[in-house]
Antibody, heavy 121, light 107 residues
Framework: EAQLVESGGGLVQPGGSLRLSCAASDFTFNIYEMNWVRQAPGKGLEWVSYISDSGTTIYYADSVKGRFTISRDNAKNSLYLQMNSLRAEDTAVYYCARITYGSGSHYFDLWGQGTLVTVSS | DSQMAQSPSSLSASVGDRVTITCRAS??????LNWYQQTPGKAPRLLIYAASSLQSGVPSRFSGSASGTDFTLTISSLQPEDSATYYCQQSYSPPYTFGQGTKLEIK
């Protein structure tokens, strides 16, 4: 069964850095576009970043542009999110999510379980 | 950027009721509208994609429709396990914005 498993979350001080990983299994990772989505405690979902299957096209939410970097290693079936200059408002559960195409559209059909990032002194 | 206005923010309904949640896009997004269900402590689950296509494994009491920039998620006969928060999302172009969410409570 296809699966995504995030890791790398934890407690970090404001201004610090953290690198999240998302390990994919039981599907052909290198043909899928991927995303990071976050959810602050008690709040709604916020899309963070997108990367194409080859890694050549990347987008970021304005709230993280210039501080976060998305990347992937298709040989390792892994997605990453390098987070620098972290702020209290970056505290959230971070999910990786796969994009699938169908019915002339595309959507996030597979999600990981999430990893919690807490930014606090 | 396309903003998604979702309503209501919360509602309470009884088992067997017909429930409707609405999402309005700030600009045309064609049919690039998806609906997700999330229960506490869990990842979101895809229910409807392309405005009206039912994701595999999702009960047929869930349906979606579209009219211009207005989109609707309908649960035809509410079940206890439908207690959750529901989100719409546009996938027309990045940023792939979500609605604010609708918390559905079972009376």
């Amino acid at each position: 069964e296809a699966q995504l498993v995030e890791s790398g979350g934890g407690l970090v001080q404001p201004g610090g850095s953290l690198r999240l990983s998302c390990a994919a299994s039981d599907f052909t990772f290198n043909i899928y576009e991927m995303n990071w989505v976050r959810q602050a405690p008690g709040k709604g979902l916020e899309w963070v970043s997108y990367i194409s299957d080859s890694g050549t096209t990347i987008y970021y939410a304005d709230s993280v542009k210039g501080r976060f970097t998305i990347s992937r290693d298709n040989a390792k079936n892994s997605l990453y999110l390098q987070m620098n200059s972290l702020r209290a408002e970056d505290t959230a559960v971070y999910y990786c999510a796969r994009i699938t195409y169908g019915s002339g559209s595309h959507y996030f059909d597979l999600w990981g379980q999430g990893t919690l990032v807490t930014v606090s002194s | 950027d396309s903003q998604m206005a979702q309503s209501p923010s919360s509602l309470s309904a009884s088992v067997g009721d017909r429930v409707t949640i609405t999402c309005r896009a700030s600009q045309s997004i064609s049919s690039y509208l998806n609906w997700y269900q999330q229960t506490p402590g869990k990842a979101p689950r895809l229910l409807i994609y392309a405005a009206s296509s039912l994701q595999s494994g999702v009960p047929s009491r869930f349906s979606g429709s579209a009219s211009g920039t207005d989109f609707t998620l309908t649960i035809s006969s509410l079940q206890p396990e439908d207690s959750a928060t529901y989100y719409c999302q546009q996938s027309y172009s990045p940023p792939y914005t979500f609605g604010q969410g609708t918390k559905l409570e079972i009376k």
